[in-house]
């Protein structure tokens, strides 16, 4: 129990740590060009980047559905190693997709911050 609640504390102050974080590439718009803005290529790039990060949002989530589905797995397993090489390899997607994720959302941030 020791265990789960240090585990789940470290989580909880790791994600409370990365939000002002998120909020440091928050855009507010120009109150002068806000009438009438022409498409310009930011814009497009604006876009674009929107939708990167809602697909990279949406394989984050599903990587951590693959996370607690691969632990429920390894508890279900009861020994039988048909069962664990499922969980095993569902276990190895899941964190690749879960660090893709997460590289692909730091990198278009950082583009989108810098550019």
Same mark, same amino acid.
């Given at each position: %129990?020791?265990?789960?609640?240090?585990?789940?504390?470290?989580? +909880?102050?790791?994600?409370?740590?990365?939000?002002?974080?998120?909020?440091?590439?928050?855009?507010?718009?120009?109150?002068?060009?806000?009438?009438?803005?022409?498409?310009?290529?930011?814009? $497009?790039?604006?876009?674009?980047?929107?939708?990167? #990060?809602?697909? +990279?949002?949406?394989?984050?989530?599903?990587?951590?559905?693959?996370?607690?589905?691969?632990?429920?797995?390894? %508890? %279900?397993?009861?020994?039988?190693?048909?069962? !664990?090489?499922?969980?095993?390899?569902? +276990?190895?997607?899941? @964190?690749?997709?879960?660090?893709? @994720? %997460?590289?692909? $959302?730091? #990198? +278009?941030?950082? !583009?989108?911050?810098?550019?």
């Amino acid at each position: %129990m020791k265990k789960i609640l240090r585990l789940f504390s470290f989580f +909880l102050l790791i994600f409370t740590l990365i939000k002002p974080l998120q909020a440091a590439f928050v855009e507010f718009p120009n109150k002068e060009n806000s009438v009438r803005q022409k498409q310009t290529l930011t814009s $497009y790039f604006n876009n674009i980047s929107n939708f990167f #990060s809602f697909v +990279l949002a949406l394989v984050f989530i599903f990587s951590l559905c693959g996370l607690i589905l691969s632990g429920i797995t390894f %508890m %279900m397993a009861g020994g039988n190693e048909n069962n !664990l090489d499922k969980a095993r390899a569902l +276990l190895i997607s899941s @964190s690749v997709g879960l660090i893709i @994720s %997460m590289v692909g $959302y730091i #990198s +278009l941030n950082l !583009l989108k911050h810098f550019f």
